[in-house]
Structure formats: C-alpha cells, structure tokens
C-alpha cells in the first residue's frame, strides 16, 4: 500500500488517527467506506458495536468480527438478509488453516490478502430467510473487509460443490475476496478505464455460462466487471495449479480443483479476448494492464 495514499490506514489524517487513539482500529476500513459512499451515515460510529475477535496467521492479524451486524451496513453492503455467525472453536481451526494453507504454499495470494484484507465477516442467513445463501463477497465501498458464509468451505464459484467441507476451498474464496479488494483500490487509485467510460452504458459482453441464472446482470457484463473476473480468474487458476500439483488432497479436493480449473481456464480466455476486442475503453495505463493479463492468461 502506497503510504500516504487514501487507502493507508496509519495516515495523517484527523478521523482517523482519533480512531486510532481511540483503541477501536477495526473500524478504520469503515471511516473509509463513510467517504467513498458519502452517504451522511456515520459508519465508522455504528462499527464501534462490532467486536474484533483477533486471528493472527504468519504474522498477519485479521479481525475476525462478531456481535449484532449493524443495520446501516448491513443495508449498505447488500447483507439485511444475513447475521454474524456464531464464533466457535471450529470455525476459527478452519479460518486458521485456510490462512495458513494460502502462508505456506501461495505465498504471493497470502501477501495479496494479507495487503488487501483487514476485516473477515463470516456470516450465514438470518432465520426464516428464504433464499440461496452467498458463497463469498466483497464490496468496493467497503475497502478491506470481505463477507463468506459456510458455504465457503463447500464451494469453488461458480458451480464445483462438494459435500465435504475443505480448508482448501475456504483458501481458494479468501484469495478470491482479497483479489477483488486488491483490484477496486487500483482502479480507485489510478485510471483503468477511458475518459467518459461508465458501467451505466458500457457495453455488455455475453456470458454464455450464466444464462441459467436468469437476470440480464450474470448474463451480460460491462467492461469493468469483466475486467475484474479476468483478474480474478487468472489468480485463482493459479492457484489451482498449485494445489493440482500437490500431493496432499483428499480425492474428493482433487476432482473438485480439477474440475473448477477445467471450467476456468475456457471462461478466461474468453473473456480475455472480448476485453481486447473492447480496448479503446481503457486508458494507456488500462492498455498495459490487459497485456499483463495475455501474458497471465498465456501461461495457464
């Protein structure tokens, strides 16, 4: 992190240094959060109620919340249908080994997360709440906070399930989170994109493999959501590589990665070649970021 940039949490910076001083750090992502969203709400007060239950993995800390989610964030983040789950000693052994599986054998992906993410929601469904729970998310009006939810631990995006739980799939979705954070700051930071360019009329890029899912939004793109999925493919399908070539998987791990790198790589590539096909929507400095993404994709 640049420091001295908006992203840096140890600034000069009024707001947040008496949160600082004030022995509350872990709502420093949401002091952030109350400028990017400029909404009047006071995040940062209302994170004050949440509590920081400390997970330390290979030097890096995370705050693992809990307590009543507050409902200005909840709403805010798209998570009124979801609560903390209950912090147990399982769930923090899982959290555990997921980060320290990514410490020891993707050193880059746990730098990444390390750099990107402070802040872990885990939640699950409210009771009653009748609906496909998220297997993990990340919003850029929340920088360094990512949300996952049981599933996490079951599910490799977009559709390789397994009935085992795995500290593997939990790794891979925590880099997929932290990835997403990582790329927002940039694009935040610098222009990626051409002068004028929005989501609101971008063009749109067919996504043949969402059409079950039914809304016009999974099945068709703009710009910079695809932009942000190709990055993400190619860290992840990396990171399958490496797992792939391990020796320690269940055998059900080992057809679950195999079978998520065989869907990934296709939907990368093309991906990777619709963005090229789109180029003159992105800045100079976009341009050089898509050819660091055909070397990427070029190497899987």
């Not at 054998?105 to 402070?118: A, D, K, L, N, Y």
């Not at 906070?145 to 399930?161: D, G, L, Q």
């Not at 990368?268 to 096909?277: F, P």
Request: aromatic letters at 10%; hydrophobic letters at 40%; proline letters at 5%.
């Amino acid at each position: 992190m640049e420091s001295g940039s908006f992203f840096d949490l140890s600034r000069k910076d009024l707001a947040l240094s008496r949160l600082r001083e004030g022995g509350v750090e872990w709502t420093l992502p949401f002091a952030l959060m109350e400028r990017l969203v400029k909404s009047g709400t006071p995040y940062a007060e209302h994170a004050r109620s949440l509590r920081s239950d400390n997970v330390t993995v290979a030097g890096a800390s995370f705050d693992w919340f809990d307590a009543k989610l507050p409902g200005e964030i909840a709403d805010e983040i798209n998570l009124s249908n979801y609560e903390i789950a209950e912090h147990t000693d399982e769930r923090r052994a899982a959290l555990a080994q997921a980060l320290d599986r990514l410490s020891l054998v993707h050193p880059e992906g746990f730098t990444r997360v390390r750099e990107f993410v402070r802040g872990l929601l885990w939640v699950g469904l409210k009771p009653g709440v009748r609906t496909s729970s998220l297997t993990s998310s990340s919003d850029p009006a929340l920088p360094y906070v990512i949300v996952f939810s049981e599933k996490a631990r079951h599910h490799i995006p977009p559709n390789t399930v397994s009935p085992e739980p795995s500290r593997l799939f939990l790794a891979e979705n925590l880099l997929h989170e932290g990835t997403h954070q990582s790329i927002s700051f940039h694009v935040l930071q610098r222009q990626v994109f051409a002068d004028g360019y929005s989501s609101k009329t971008s063009p749109k890029i067919e996504i043949a493999w969402r059409a079950a899912q039914g809304a016009d939004r999974n099945q068709f793109w703009e710009i910079d959501r695809a932009f942000h999925a190709t990055c993400v493919y190619n860290q992840l399908l990396r990171f399958r590589q490496t797992e792939l070539g391990r020796d320690d998987l269940t055998p059900n791990e080992r057809v679950s990665f195999q079978s998520a790198y065989d869907e990934g790589l296709p939907a990368v590539r093309y991906l990777m070649r619709k963005l090229e096909l789109l180029s003159e929507h992105f800045s100079s400095h976009g341009v050089e970021l898509l050819a660091d993404l055909r070397h990427q994709t070029d190497q899987l």
